[in-house]
Nanobody, 125 residues
Framework: QVQLIESGGGSVQPGASLRLSCVVS????????MGWFRQAPGKERDFVGA????????YYADSVKGRFAISRDNAKNTWYLQMNSLKPDDTAVYYC??????????????????WGQGTQVTVSS
């Protein structure tokens, strides 16, 4: 059974950094696009960023560009979301996701086949 397991969330002050990890188990994810989404209370699930299997192409939402960075270690079936200069608006549950079709619509949640359970990130002074 395919599982995406996230870790690394927590509560931090504004300006701090966090790194989220997502480990895939159950099958190799060769060729998949890996994404990160987030959902704040009462809001829709929003695209944060995505990375191609090759790792050489990444995409980010405007709200996190320049502060967040995605990377992946295919040998470990793991990808990461490094979050710097965190703001209170970044507070949300963060989800990792995998898209088996490597769709060009990488920013659309429904394009992703597999999802992690979510990890809470809270930014507050």
């Amino acid at each position: 059974q395919v599982q995406l397991i996230e870790s690394g969330g927590g509560s931090v002050q504004p300006g701090a950094s966090l790194r989220l990890s997502c480990v895939v188990s159950g099958r190799p994810f060769s060729g998949y696009t890996m994404g990160w989404f987030r959902q704040a209370p009462g809001k829709e699930r929003d695209f944060v960023g995505a990375i191609w299997w090759s790792g050489w192409r990444t995409y980010y939402a405007d709200s996190v560009k320049g502060r967040f960075a995605i990377s992946r270690d295919n040998a470990k079936n793991t990808w990461y979301l490094q979050m710097n200069s965190l703001k209170p608006d970044d507070t949300a549950v963060y989800y990792c996701a995998a898209d088996s079709t490597a769709s060009r619509n990488y920013y659309v949640a429904s394009e992703y086949d597999y999802w992690g359970q979510g990890t809470q990130v809270t930014v507050s002074s």
